[in-house]
T-cell receptor, first 112, second 113 residues
Framework: SQQGEEDPQALSIQEGENATMNCSYKTSINNLQWYRQNSGRGLVHLILIRSNEREKHSGRLRVTLDTSKKSSSLLITASRAADTASYFCATEGMDSSYKLIFGSGTRLLVRP | DTEVTQTPKHLVMGMTNKKSLKCEQHMGHRAMYWYKQKAKKPPELMFVYSYEKLSINESVPSRFSPECPNSSLLNLHLHALQPEDSALYLC????????????FGSGTRLTVV
């Protein structure tokens, strides 16, 4: 099952520009996480934001969470060609199950 | 050791074959997962093991059979698969603490012929 939608589905920017990806989800969450995937291989955890947090930073990454709108955004500042990848949001629910459900993903291309 | 190791990286199997995918982690994580990912789609959860017991089966066909022999190992046994089962199979683990991200392996690219 898929938790929600991400937009845009694909994003192409110039190196040095900022990239913003949005994620919407359907059910109440304990936390929301962002992952990067290069060339259809393993996913790399980028950042986790809890449901009682509104904003979090990690290096060039900034994540916001709006639980009233059931949405999150990921901002990558000063993008680099190496940031080219697919980015997924994923949520852990409030129930006792420990499982991660993914959104549809955004494919980011950073042109040199 | 902060990795999840999956073997093999690539697997081609016939529809009558039996094969197994293996996953190993030594981070002491008590939850382990199998995900299936088709091209240009998000990973879809298949199974969750919590403290070596199967806790979630997301209505996966019985031709996929998971096994957790111990807290470090997770297997996925495959039998009588269909060509539409061709996908990237990802293993992941988590410490089950609601505050940490999941660690994913690099996946097994499975092709059913």
């Amino acid at each position: 099952s898929q938790q929600g939608e991400e937009d845009p589905q694909a994003l192409s920017i110039q190196e040095g520009e900022n990239a913003t990806m949005n994620c919407s989800y359907k059910t109440s969450i304990n936390n929301l996480q962002w992952y990067r995937q290069n060339s259809g291989r393993g996913l790399v955890h980028l950042i986790l934001i809890r449901s009682n947090e509104r904003e979090k930073h990690s290096g060039r990454l900034r994540v916001t969470l709006d639980t009233s709108k059931k949405s999150s955004s990921l901002l990558i500042t000063a993008s680099r060609a190496a940031d080219t990848a697919s980015y997924f949001c994923a949520t852990e629910g409030m129930d006792s199950s420990y499982k991660l459900i993914f959104g549809s993903g955004t494919r980011l291309l950073v042109r040199p | 050791d902060t990795e999840v190791t999956q073997t093999p990286k690539h697997l081609v199997m016939g529809m009558t074959n039996k094969k197994s995918l293996k996953c190993e982690q030594h981070m002491g994580h008590r939850a382990m997962y199998w995900y299936k990912q088709k091209a240009k789609k998000p990973p879809e959860l298949m199974f969750v093991y919590s403290y070596e017991k199967l806790s979630i089966n997301e209505s996966v066909p019985s031709r996929f059979s998971p096994e957790c022999p111990n807290s470090s190992l997770l297997n996925l046994h495959l039998h009588a698969l269909q060509p539409e089962d061709s996908a990237l199979y990802l293993c992941a683990s988590s410490p089950r603490d609601r505050g940490s991200g999941y660690t994913f392996g690099s996946g097994t690219r499975l092709t059913v012929v």
